[in-house]
């Protein structure tokens, strides 16, 4: 599925909001407790959804965490470039 389909896939709110946990499960790869460190910063992760449109971050209550439609790409972007930087130091070791 390309990801501008994906993207109208999802149901959004009246100002276009749509739940994190299906981004998570779907392009994370994640269940929604686990991508959502992304988000709060949980367990040294840093923030990657700073500037970005979320509403309901409380770590408490994670599946309640949506993200305005227009910034999914950009939230896909930083956590490819997070994980890239964070693994490439691993890399070393097998090279």
């Not at 929604?32 to 460190?37: A, E, I, L, P, V």
């Not at 988000?39 to 959804?49: E, N, R, V």
């Not at 408490?60 to 890239?84: K, P, Q, S």
Request: charged share 35%; net charge negative.
């Amino acid at each position: 599925m390309k990801v501008e389909d994906f993207l109208k896939s999802l149901k959004a709110d009246g100002d276009g909001y749509v739940e994190f946990g299906e981004i998570s499960r779907e392009v994370l790869r994640e269940q929604c407790q686990h991508g959502s460190k992304y988000i709060t910063g949980l367990s040294g992760y840093p923030k990657l959804a700073e500037g970005l449109r979320i509403k309901n971050s409380d770590p408490g209550n994670y599946h309640a965490i949506t993200i305005h439609r227009d910034d999914v790409g950009e939230f896909i972007r930083r956590v490819v470039a997070c994980e890239r930087e964070r693994y490439s130091e691993a890399l070393r070791w097998i090279e």
